[in-house]
């Protein structure tokens, strides 16, 4: 089995920037506002889709979110404990968000802010789902051309992402060639070679969303 079994992603050969303490400690009261800003958003999610909210965050933001560190686990608890409850429909927390749920949520929207941060770089495309916790949801990814769109589903996002998280780092944070080989090779098996015919959108740069 390739890469690392958790969301907090493994080191790759070439070395991430690590963001220093000072920096780390800015870009934790820039998440704070980010959050306070977000909160309509945030209370709207479903309506808006969770690729807007990926969107208005800062590339700072993301990167400190993937960094496996204790700056990093901050910044991750902090998304959180907002976007938890928003994805089950209860950002104003009158109930209880479960540890289990707060879990579940987790492991798979951290993949999302390295696939979104991977995005942004142009090592790979990607349409997020509305909900991406949602049983039925699908990501339509593609590892960069001349490679085709898959379909998969967020289960199959844990099993990349448990079995190739080295190599999906490698893709998104540096366009890695030989990564971005292992990670098609394994998205079209998980997606049993189907290729999508993806519309062609108009897109905005900071979310992928059509205008």
Known sequence: MRGSSSTRFAPVKQQIPRIEPREAAKILKQCERFLEDA???????????FAEILGRMSDDILRLAIQPDSWGERARARLMSDIAPALQGDVAQRHAVSIEDIAYCSNIVMPCLLLELGRRKRHIEIEFPP??????????????????????????????????????VGLCYF??????????????????VRHLKVRSLRTSPSTGHKQ
Do not use: M, Y
């Open 39 to 49: 909160q309509d958003h945030l209370r709207q999610l479903h309506a808006f889709g």
């Open 175 to 192: 366009g890695d060639q030989k990564s971005r080989r292992w990670i098609e090779a394994e998205l079209a098996s998980q997606s049993g």
């Open 131 to 168: 909900d991406p916790t949602d049983s039925s949801a699908r990501f339509k990814i593609c590892a960069g051309r001349p490679f085709p769109f898959r379909s998969i589903t967020n289960q199959q996002l844990l099993r990349l992402v448990s079995q190739c998280g080295e190599d999906l």
